[in-house]
C-alpha cells in the first residue's frame, strides 16, 4: 500500500483519491480488521503528511504514542480527544488563512499548490468516545456531544481544499453514535468482517439496499469498498504477514511531515475573512464539486466493468466461434 499526491492505492485496482472525495469510515464487527487495516493506512498515509491518532479504549493504536514519530499526536482520554478535534477544526482554519495569505493565493486551489502536506486525524472506536462524552455541560468546552458536533460538522464539510482529513472506525455506525451529517461526509466507506444487514445499510448508504453482500466467516481483512464513487466492491485489506512485527516497523518510523502553521495569527479580522470566504457558498461549491466527482467516478467504475466484461466475451466466445465453425467444416 503507497501514497502519493492525494491518493493512497489499498488494493490491486483500488485507490482512494482522498484530496478528490475526502475522509473515511471504517466499520465491521469485532476482530474484522479495522485495527490492522488503520496500520496499514499510518505506514502508508504517514509517509505523505501527518497522521493523528486517537484511542478512546487504550487498546492497540495508544502504544504507538511511544514512539518517535508519533510523539504528542496519540491520545485516549476523552478530553484529550475533545481536544484534538477541536484542534483539528483550528489547524484547518490556520492552514485556511495561510493559503489566503500567500502571495501565489489563488481561489479554489487545494493545500498542495501552495506545497503543504496533508494532516488525517484517524479515531478508533468511535462509538467509545461518543459514549463517554458528557450530556451537559456550561461552556463550549465542555465534552459534550453536542459541543463535538458542532465543531467537527464544518470540518467535514470544508476541510477538503485545506488537506485535513478524518477517518473514523466503529463496530456500528448507526446514528445514535454517528450523526448522519458527519457519516454522509465521509466518502470513502469500508466494511471489514462481518455486518449486519442493517449494518452494510448504514455503512455504504439506502441505495445499496438490494445489493447482497456476502458475509465470509473466519476470513480477516476481508469486506467492501466504496471509494467515494457510491459504488461497493469487494475488498481485501493489505495483508499483514504473520512475521511482521508492527512494533519493530512503526518504533523505526522517522518523522512525519507536516505543513508548520504554528506560526499563523489569527486576529478577529481574519476570523471573519474566513467566514466570508470559507462560508455556506464555498460549501455549497464543495458538495456540488464531490457529487460532480462522484458521478464521473462511478461512470468510470461502470465502463471499466463494461470494457472487462466485453473483453472477455470476445476472447472466449470468438476464438470458440472459430474453432466450432471449423470443426463443423472438417
Ligand atoms: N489485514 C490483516 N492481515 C493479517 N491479519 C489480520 C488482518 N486484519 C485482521 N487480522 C487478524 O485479525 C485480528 C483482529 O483484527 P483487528 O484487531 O484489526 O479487528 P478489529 O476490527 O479492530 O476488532 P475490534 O472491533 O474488536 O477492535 C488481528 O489480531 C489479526 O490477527
Ligand atoms: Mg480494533
Keep these: 500500500m503507497n501514497a502519493e499526491s492525494g491518493k493512497v492505492k489499498l488494493m490491486n485496482g483500488v485507490v482512494w483519491e482522498y484530496d478528490e472525495l475526502p ?7 469485532t476482530g474484522g480488521g479495522k485495527t490492522y487495516f488503520i496500520y496499514a493506512l499510518i505506514a502508508s498515509l504517514g509517509i505523505e503528511g501527518r497522521v493523528h491518532i486517537a ?15 508519533f510523539k504528542g499526536l496519540v ?31 489563488t481561489i479554489g486551489k487545494n493545500y498542495r499548490y501552495y506545497g503543504m502536506k496533508p494532516e488525517f486525524f484517524i479515531v ?12 451537559y455541560g456550561r461552556d463550549e468546552n465542555a465534552c459534550t456531544e453536542e459541543n463535538l458536533y458542532s465543531s467537527i460538522s464544518p470540518l467535514v464539510l470544508k476541510a477538503r481544499q485545506a488537506g485535513v482529513f478524518f477517518i473514523l472506525a466503529t463496530q456500528k455506525a448507526g446514528t445514535d453514535v454517528i450523526r448522519s451529517a458527519i457519516r454522509d461526509n465521509l466518502m470513502c466507506k469500508v466494511s471489514l468482517g462481518r455486518l449486519s444487514e442493517q449494518g452494510y445499510i448504514m455503512t455504504f448508504g439506502d441505495e445499496q439496499k438490494n445489493k447482497s453482500f456476502i458475509n465470509k466467516y473466519g476470513v480477516k481483512g476481508r469486506g467492501y469498498i466504496d471509494v467515494g464513487a457510491g459504488v461497493p466492491q469487494e475488498f481485501y485489506s493489505p495483508l499483514v504477514e504473520k ?32 467566514n466570508d470566504v470559507y462560508g455556506d457558498q464555498f ?17 468510470q467504475i461502470r465502463k471499466d466493468k463494461d470494457g472487462k466484461a466485453e473483453k472477455l466475451l470476445s476472447d472466449v466466445s470468438y476464438s470458440d466461434q472459430l474453432k466450432n465453425y471449423y470443426r463443423e467444416l472438417s
Design 124 to 135: 478508533d472506536e468511535w462509538a467509545a468516545f461518543i459514549s463517554v462524552l458528557d450530556k
Design 243 to 274: 512475521g511482521f512485527d508492527f512494533v519493530e516497523h512503526f518504533s523505526n518510523m522517522p518523522s512525519m511531515p507536516y505543513t508548520d502553521v504554528s506560526d499563523v495569527e489569527m486576529t478577529e479580522e481574519d476570523k471573519e475573512l474566513l
Design 75 to 105: 491520545v485516549s482520554d476523552k478530553k484529550e480527544i475533545f481536544e484534538q478535534m477541536q484542534e483539528a477544526v483550528e489547524l484547518m482554519d490556520k492552514r485556511f488563512l495561510y493559503m489566503k495569505k500567500q502571495k501565489i493565493y
Design 55 to 69: 484511542d478512546p479504549k487504550k487498546a492497540d493504536l495508544a502504544d504507538l504514542g511511544n514512539f518517535k514519530a
Design 23 to 29: 475522509h473515511m469510515l471504517i466499520t465491521g464487527g
Design 283 to 299: 460549501i455549497e461549491e464543495e458538495q456540488e464539486k464531490i457529487s460532480m466527482l462522484q458521478g464521473e467516478r462511478r461512470e
